[in-house]
């Protein structure tokens, strides 16, 4: 065999093999891969690939011919010494049911599982030490705000990309914050939008300073965001947002059960219809769940219900007149900022910024 190489995007030929090698396995190359590798024979044809995207691996796909061979475990060998070389230690996939004990033989450890898909790390306590970090976070907070820890029923969650945090954002907590006695916020950490986490985190803080009954969480790799979630072997997108939604529901009941969390909020959706099929797979699943689901009515402005894709719209416009109305006064002054301009600029040289 000729070994394994990287697969660069300005490589047509390669890539259409690759996509011919993920067809005959029912699967479509993910638009979110910043790293593509394939096995090749004597005779230089493509028999075997896998991706990666950041510390997530997909895309897996080998010969029919060459199948029972070991090349899908030697391609898996070569994407975890890449993705250890880039800093990732910790790696999770998703794969069918059907390749689920392969990768378990392999040194993989189950999450959850849904219909179509299974969710793994190869970290044995990864999961739990997670849910360990939550827990201290947890004392740390209600110890430093003199709160005694209380009942389910008054333990509420929410989660949020907040790419920016705008005043719809606070209105969700605000309603949160003032129906129970403690809320956890978790805040998606993986980099897969504009605003980078760390500036998100600070909007956030900034934004929720007055409320004393919220803590605030990065979620880590098991609240996944619409990047990181895979689509690429689900048929269409009302699948992709109802599995993404059963895979969320089934990682979070393992939270709330260790947090203690009886409800979650979440705002109603009037401009997705994707994120519409979303919320609407977590009001029928959690209850079953005894997680009561919380829809929160939109934070309107004039009429119209804030979004933050409505903010990074006029942002790319720079129309911060118009801006001040839907943000907090913390967010504004960061938009305002030299520190944004880098933002403002990949703004401008995106084309759509709504979907994000």
Do not use: W
């Not at 996944?224 to 529901?249: E, G, M, Q, W």
């Not at 006029?314 to 129309?319: P, Q, S, T, V």
Request: with cysteine.
């Amino acid at each position: 065999m000729a070994g394994i190489s990287e697969i660069y995007p300005s490589d047509r030929r390669s890539l259409a093999e690759v996509d011919t090698l993920l067809a005959a396995e029912g699967i479509r190359r993910d638009p979110h891969l910043d790293y593509i590798c394939a096995l090749r024979d004597d005779d230089g044809t493509i028999i075997a690939t896998g991706s990666a995207y950041k510390s997530t691996l997909r895309c897996f796909a080998v010969s029919g011919e060459h199948q029972g061979e070991g090349l899908l475990g030697t391609v898996l060998s070569h994407l975890m010494e890449h993705e250890l070389m880039r800093g990732y230690a910790s790696v999770s996939l998703y794969t069918k049911p059907k390749s689920a004990k392969f990768f378990g033989d392999l040194g993989f450890y189950e999450i959850a599982r849904v219909d179509g898909l299974v969710f793994m790390e190869n970290e044995r306590e990864g999961f739990s030490n997670c849910l360990a970090r939550f827990e201290q976070e947890t004392a740390t907070f209600c110890t430093e705000k003199n709160i005694a820890r209380p009942a389910v029923s008054q333990t509420a969650a929410i989660v949020m990309n907040a790419n920016p945090f705008t005043l719809g954002h606070r209105a969700l907590v605000e309603r949160a914050a003032h129906e129970n006695a403690l809320i956890h916020l978790f805040l998606v950490s993986e980099d897969a939008s504009f605003f980078p986490y760390r500036v998100r985190k600070e909007l956030v803080q900034a934004g929720i300073a007055d409320f004393k009954n919220v803590v605030l969480h990065a979620s880590g790799p098991y609240i996944i965001s619409s990047a990181t979630f895979p689509s690429y072997f689900l048929k269409d997108a009302a699948t992709v947002s109802r599995t993404h939604a059963a895979l969320d529901i089934a990682v979070f009941e393992r939270i709330a059960k260790a947090l203690c969390i009886g409800s979650r909020y979440i705002g109603e959706e009037p401009f997705s219809e994707t994120t519409a099929i979303y919320n609407d797979v977590m009001q029928e699943a959690l209850p079953k769940s005894g997680i009561a689901c919380i829809v929160v009515p939109r934070y309107e402005v004039r009429g119209q219900a804030v979004s933050a894709s409505d903010v990074r719209e006029r942002l790319k416009e720079e129309d911060f007149a118009s801006i001040q109305e839907l943000v907090p006064e913390g967010t504004l002054k960061f938009l305002e900022s030299e520190e944004a301009r880098p933002i403002i600029k990949q703004l401008k040289a995106t084309e759509d910024v709504r979907h994000y």
